[in-house]
T-cell receptor, first 113, second 109 residues
Framework: NAGVTQTPKFRVLKTGQSMTLLCAQD?????MYWYRQDPGMGLRLIHY???????AKGEVPDGYNVSRLKKQNFLLGLESAAPSQTSVYFC????????????FGSGTRLTVV | GQSLEQPSEVTAVEGAIVQINCTYQ??????LSWYQQHDGGAPTFLSY??LDGLEETGRFSSFLSRSDSYGYLLLQELQMKDSASYFC??????????WGAGTKLIIKP
C-alpha cells in the first residue's frame, strides 16, 4: 500500500515560472489537503478538498491553485513562482476531517530563485 | 486569533519520561491531535483526543482538558529514535486543522 505519493521530491524554479505538484492517494480517502511548512513554523493549509470535484481555500491560498478531477488525485499549481513560495510542501489525505489519522506524503522541497 | 502554544524544544535522557504541553485558543474545538515528524520526513499521526482524559498507545499517552484548553503528549521509556519534532493540532469550527509550531525533542544517551 503506497499511501500518499507526491511528485516531484525536489524542484528549483526561477521567479515567474509555473509548476504543478502532484499528489495521489490509494486509500479511498474523501479529504485531501495541501500544506506548506516553513522553518520554525507549523503546517499551514493552502487548499483542501472534501471530495472529487470540490476545492476550498485554506489559510494561505494566494498564488496557488488546485484541482481534484479524480478522487485519488489532488494537484497544486503555482501560477507565477515567487521566492516567498520557497518551502516544503506536503500533501495529506484523511477519511474524516477531525484531525484524526491524516496520512502525509513525503513532501516536495521547492526553491524559487 | 487562533493559536496553539507548545515549547520550541525539550531535552530528555534516554529511558526517561518526557511531557510536551500544548495550549490552544481556537474558534471551536473538535479534537486535539499529535503528530511526529523526523528531520526531513513527513508528519505521522500519533494520537487523538476528543474528550477529556488520557489516551494510551504503547509508550505514548495523550491527555486533554477542554476546560483548560490544554493537552499534553507523554512519552515513556524514551529511545533515541524518538528524537523528532512533535506537533499538536486542533480542528476548529471551520473544519480546518490548526497546527502548533512544533516541539523539537532532543534525547541524550
Amino acid at each position: 500500500n503506497a499511501g500518499v505519493t507526491q511528485t516531484p521530491k525536489f524542484r528549483v524554479l526561477k521567479t515567474g515560472q509555473s509548476m504543478t505538484l502532484l499528489c495521489a492517494q490509494d486509500m479511498n480517502h474523501e479529504y485531501m489537503y495541501w500544506y506548506r511548512q516553513d522553518p520554525g513554523m507549523g503546517l499551514r493549509l493552502i487548499h483542501y478538498s472534501v471530495g472529487e470535484g470540490t476545492t476550498a481555500k485554506g489559510e494561505v491560498p494566494d498564488g496557488y491553485n488546485v484541482s481534484r478531477l479524480k478522487k485519488q488525485n489532488f494537484l497544486l499549481g503555482l501560477e507565477s513562482a515567487a521566492p516567498s513560495q520557497t518551502s516544503v510542501y506536503f500533501c495529506a489525505s484523511s477519511y474524516g476531517q477531525g484531525g484524526y489519522g491524516y496520512t502525509f506524503g513525503s513532501g516536495t522541497r521547492l526553491t524559487v530563485v | 486569533g487562533q493559536s496553539l502554544e507548545q515549547p520550541s524544544e525539550v531535552t530528555a535522557v534516554e529511558g526517561a519520561i518526557v511531557q510536551i504541553n500544548c495550549t490552544y485558543q481556537t474558534s471551536g474545538f473538535y479534537g486535539l491531535s499529535w503528530y511526529q515528524q523526523h528531520d526531513g520526513g513527513a508528519p505521522t499521526f500519533l494520537s487523538y483526543n476528543a474528550l477529556d482524559g488520557l489516551e494510551e498507545t504503547g509508550r505514548f499517552s495523550s491527555f486533554l482538558s477542554r476546560s483548560d484548553s490544554y493537552g499534553y503528549l507523554l512519552l515513556q521509556e524514551l529511545q533515541m529514535k524518538d528524537s523528532a519534532s512533535y506537533f499538536c493540532a486542533v480542528r476548529d469550527s471551520n473544519y480546518q486543522l490548526i497546527w502548533g509550531a512544533g516541539t523539537k525533542l532532543i534525547i541524550k544517551p
